[in-house]
């Protein structure tokens, strides 16, 4: 058996790419779940508009931080891919290999959410870290890499 | 009575014509109940034969000659308005679609144009990911990264 490849880690543009796919799956299912939801109030003459404005905001906000949480914290945990990462050939890992535990997923959203707020001056450490990580990969301690040519076969079944 | 020669031409035009019907009936028959033709079309996309005799025949010098030909003959709309218009056409149509040969043969096409799409997509941004690491580090003139100098392509191409 030969020596173990280098990781070969993933970039701002890969990652956006990622990000932006991820982004629009989120907010397509949110989309959906409030037509549904819009539906099936109209069955007993409730309508979205009718409802206080607060109220409306409150669970439209909500429903789509919890929606965001489920989908990236339970990827990560779970795969250590979402969709969009997963079509970039990406994964998300610890620094020493490990996956993602529940905790450390968390660390890395709140991270993610943090390095976005000052225009997202967080991510462009990406650019400049030799495994190029950002500030959500700082503080939660994971890398991105690109899977390796065994992880591509045996994920090859279930992907795209 | 007697029949003329040309009641007697008549009579047997049309016995050749209701004979050739049924046997050409007959035949379709056998063929779409034996799935014929959708074994050969799946088997015929799925190893590639069609896409090559397909170049062969339109690169070949005379291709363009006959094509044109065939299309400027008075003939050629009355016919093919007539397949068009046939139930047989239909029925061989709705037979292909439905076999199951050609649906996976189609599936594996798409799946084979997805995968192939998002391959192209990756070794793009792997590209701008190290154009864009490069321009950073020219811009704070700092040394590039170790894997920037050497990275591997993450297709594996």
Redesign the interface.
Known sequence: MGPAALPVYAGLATRGVAFVIDAAIVNAVAFAIAASASLALSIFGVSLDELPTGLSLAVGAGGWIVLNLAYFIGSWTLAGQTTGIRLMSIRIKRTNGDPLSFRRAVRRLIGSVIAAIPLFAGYLLILVDDRRRGLNDRLADTVVVFLTEEEKRHLRPTSL | MQMTGLGIRRHLSTRASSALYDIWESTLDTVLRARLIERTTGILLSSGVVERVAVLVAEHPATDHVVTLLLESPGFDRMLDRILASEQLDRVVTQIAESDEVRDALRQQS?GM??EV?GE??SR??A???R??RL??SL?R?HS???ETD??N???R
Do not use: F, I, K, Y
């Open positions: 799946t997805a995968e998002a997509l990756r941004t792997a701008a990911d190290a864009l690491e950073a580090r704070l700092r990264a170790p894997q990275l591997p993450p297709n594996g």
